[in-house]
């Protein structure tokens, strides 16, 4: 069949038009440091477990899954209640494919035609887009120029537009600036007295901070959800897992657009061996967040800005043209991201050998520049 045709020729939704999909590039170089995985495999005892569980779910595959994925919520809300400082009952968690997915879920219910949604940027680009595909209005809210949020004008920037879901992301990415509690709370008041609107912590990589995870926050808090995924602390990018904790109103909410049996068996068998293993797989994040502190420390060492980080990845600079520097990186086998920040780029903490690879590129680039 002939490409005689392009997307804008086709009906689509008219805010679709002209605008390209989300894409970190996946390119086959010896060193990725772009998409802040873990670059750790799974360890064999648990890939051993997981064709085990695969296996027996694989039996009933003739069936649907379980639609309220029961056991694997239980699961993430035993491990939420042992490293979250509060307890969490099953009725306050949700599951879907990737957090991405979650977010999607929330923005379907509480965003949507004729209502908006506000993030903080630089941040986390895909929500922004979620709620372009979701038809929700997209607010660009403030941060300051070391890319911490000014509570002051984040406040005034709720009151200004009324959003009916502000998201705040800590550890933000691409900058891995963690945000205080103290700043979520006024925010939280300030988006009730505003609309009341839902409030969305997304901590997809809080694992990795020097702070404790804001998940206390939700209690007597009825708007405020935090969200988290298996994509980055347990190694699982592949799995597509991600989950909130919210008051059990909110999960009854999201049932409204969920898919039935989005979560399919296979998913949820895979995800429930990977919790069996939660210990094995945070010991890979003590090794990430020491190579992180390394990477800031060589980093600075070698003359560049580095922004404070609480992620397992690391935003770099400064750069006249972010662009031309990030394809010199690539240029040495070393693949970044560039998120289009300007003067920034951003590294994800490897192996120590990958980690090794970069520093010895931009180092070079640095010796290059002057
Ligand atoms: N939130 C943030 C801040 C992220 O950086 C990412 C992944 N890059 C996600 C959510 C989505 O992760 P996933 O869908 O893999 O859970």
Do not use: C
Not at 156 to 166: I, L, M, T, W
Not at 335 to 345: I, K, M, Q, S, T
Request: charged share 25%; aromatic share 6%.
């Amino acid at each position: 069949m002939t490409r005689d045709l392009g997307i804008d020729d086709l009906p689509i939704r008219d805010e679709l038009r002209g605008k390209s999909p989300y894409g970190a590039p996946q390119l086959d170089v010896p060193v990725q440091l772009n998409t802040n995985e873990n670059p750790y495999e799974l360890p064999p005892e648990l890939v051993a477990r997981i064709a085990e569980r695969v296996a027996a779910a694989a039996r009933t595959l003739n069936r649907y899954p379980d639609r309220d994925a029961v056991e694997l919520r239980t699961e993430l809300a035993a491990y939420l209640t042992r490293t979250g400082r509060h307890p969490v009952a099953r009725e306050n968690v949700w599951a879907a494919n990737g957090s991405n997915e979650v977010i999607q879920q929330l923005l379907q219910t509480f965003g949507g035609p004729g209502r908006t949604a506000i993030g903080f940027e630089p941040s986390y680009s895909m929500h922004a887009l979620i709620a372009r595909g979701t038809g929700t209005g997209w607010i660009s809210g403030p941060r300051r120029a070391d890319f911490t949020i000014d509570t002051a004008a984040a406040e005034r920037a709720v009151a200004e537009h009324r959003p009916d879901v502000v998201f705040i992301t800590s550890p933000n990415n691409p900058t891995g600036t963690a945000v205080a509690a103290e700043t979520v709370l006024a925010l939280y008041e300030a988006a009730q007295a505003a609309k009341p609107s839902l409030v969305v912590v997304d901590e997809a990589y809080v694992e990795f901070s020097h702070r404790d995870s804001l998940l206390p926050l939700i209690e007597g808090r009825p708007n405020l959800v935090v969200s988290r995924t298996m994509s980055k602390a347990f190694g699982a990018a592949g799995l597509r897992l991600g989950y909130l904790a919210a008051h059990p109103a909110v999960v009854d909410a999201v049932q409204l657009v969920r898919l039935p049996y989005h979560l399919s068996a296979v998913t949820q068998a895979t995800a429930l061996a990977a919790l069996e293993h939660t210990d094995t797989l945070l010991g890979y994040v003590e090794q990430l967040k020491a190579e992180r502190d390394r990477l800031v420390t060589e980093l600075r060492a070698a003359g560049f800005d580095v922004t404070e980080s609480d992620a397992n990845f690391i935003q770099f600079g400064t750069f006249d043209d972010s662009h031309t520097a990030w394809q010199k990186i690539l240029d040495r086998g070393v693949l970044v991201r560039d998120n289009g920040v300007p003067g920034w780029l951003r590294v994800t903490a490897g192996t120590p050998a990958e980690n090794d690879a970069f520093l010895e590129a931009v180092r070079a680039l640095k010796k290059e520049q002057h």
